[in-house]
Every structure is written in C-alpha cells, then in structure tokens.
C-alpha cells in the first residue's frame, strides 16, 4: 500500500469514526476524489445519523479550509462549545444546507 492511499485511508476513517460516535455537526467531501468508492459510505452514514453534508469540488480547496497545506477528501465539523459563537454558527450552516435540499 502506497502513503498516499495510507493518508486518504486515514483521513476519510476520521470522518467517519466522528459520525459514528455522534460528534459530528456537518460533514464536507471532495468531489475530485479518485477512486469515488473510498467516500460513498459517508453520505449514507451521514443520514443514518441525521448529519447535514455538503460536496465542494476540490480537495485542494478543502485542505486549504481545514487549514492545511494538503488536499482533504472529507471532513467533519464537531463542536464541544454549548451555546457558544461556533454552536450558533454550526446551527446556521446546518439551516443553509436544509434550504439546499428543499
């Protein structure tokens, strides 16, 4: 196995490990993502756990918003601060994506 599939491995398994534990707020993925299989578990993950997600297309862009300098297939935002500035804002995203699917 190469590092670059070891490092995409990884990064979509903490996507999905925070679904799964019920921590995660809103879930992003990259659309340019090659081979697409490795992320077609999260959508369904994510509407099992009742978790608003998004697509961007770059994981490039994505990366640069997680504030890395590497591209990043998926990710998720979880928050611990109860009533909070970001809680308000997570809550904002999450009405922005339901406007999005009505």
Do not use: W
């Amino acid at each position: 196995m190469t590092s670059s599939s070891t490092d995409l491995n990884g990064i979509e398994l903490i996507a999905t490990k925070a679904l799964n534990r019920g921590i995660a707020e809103i879930v992003v993925m990259a659309t340019d993502v090659d081979p697409l299989d490795i992320l077609l578990h999260l959508p369904l993950l994510a509407e099992d756990k009742n978790v608003p997600y998004v697509f961007v297309r770059s994981k490039q862009a994505l990366g640069r918003a997680c504030g890395v300098s590497r591209s990043v297939i998926a990710c998720s935002v979880i928050s611990n601060d109860e009533g909070g500035l970001l809680e308000k804002q997570i809550e904002h995203l999450k009405d922005a994506i339901e406007k999005l699917l009505i």
